[in-house]
């Protein structure tokens, strides 16, 4: 979901904080303003404990990457999403993508009308420094990490 507020999770709102939200993309109002995602929900993964894991033990690891390399990524039927968008001048500068469900799990797109000179984007690994994006393609997958 793409939209003007930082936080995100929009399915756990009221419908008096949904109202003040402008909804930018991958998701469209009922009538009775009722939230419904457009097709672009693709498939869910997640990481499970193996068979035989104990997960009184997740603490006991050195590293997040020794822990997820314990458990084991189980993935439903289907294939990723694709959500496309087009953004115009009626955009702010800034949006943001996030998860429907739950809240803080995304980031922020700068959108730029056009640029004037070719942009350096040498400075992208300085700390506090965002990458920007003039259109857009959002893919959405699930992949797998490896350490």
């Known amino acids: 979901v793409i939209t003007d507020e930082p936080i995100g999770g929009i399915a756990r709102l009221t419908e008096k904080q949904t109202s003040k939200i402008r909804v930018l993309a991958g998701l469209k109002f009922t009538r009775k303003q009722q939230p419904r995602l457009v097709n672009n929900v693709g498939r ?13 033990r997740d603490d006991e690891f050195n590293s997040f990457a020794s822990f997820r390399n314990s458990m084991n990524m189980m993935c439903e039927e289907g294939d990723a999403a694709l959500l496309q968008v087009a953004p115009n001048v009626t955009w702010p500068d800034v949006v943001y993508y996030h998860s429907y469900t739950t809240p803080y799990m995304g980031w922020k797109i700068h959108i730029v009308d056009n ?6 984007f040498g400075s992208a690994n300085r700390a506090g420094t965002s990458c920007v994006l003039g259109g857009l393609v959002l893919l959405l997958v699930t992949g797998v990490w490896h350490s």
Do not use: V
């Not at 640029?115 to 350096?120: A, D, G, L, Q, T």
């Open 44 to 56: 869910l993964c997640k990481w499970e404990h193996a068979e035989l894991g104990d997960r009184r």
């Open 115 to 120: 640029f004037r000179r070719r942009p350096s």
